[in-house]
């Protein structure tokens, strides 16, 4: 059986790391989102705005590690055509 070496090998620590950098990058934007929403003059309910800042902190988390996941799975593929770099359009 043909096993990856150590270096190609998927590692879900660094998933783990980028997802908890995409929560963080996703908390700074709701963060930014809630203070241009604070100083606006539009009345909306609590429970909703919290529901989308979390969506929205979740969602960073979500795009990091989806991306994470995919760079190691393309890195790791034996097939040279994830590998290839396409020289513009044809």
Do not use: H, W
Request: aromatic share 8%; charged share 20%.
């Amino acid at each position: 059986m043909n096993r990856p070496s150590t270096a190609q090998r998927f590692s879900g620590t660094r998933v783990l790391i980028a997802m908890f950098l995409g929560l963080m990058l996703g908390a700074l934007v709701a963060f930014f989102l809630r203070t241009v929403i604070a100083q606006t003059p539009v009345d909306l309910q609590s429970q909703r705005l919290n529901l989308f800042f979390g969506m929205v902190t979740v969602s960073g988390a979500l795009g990091a590690l989806v991306v994470e996941t995919m760079r190691q799975l393309q890195q790791s593929s034996p097939e040279t055509e994830y590998r290839r770099r396409r020289r513009g359009l044809r």
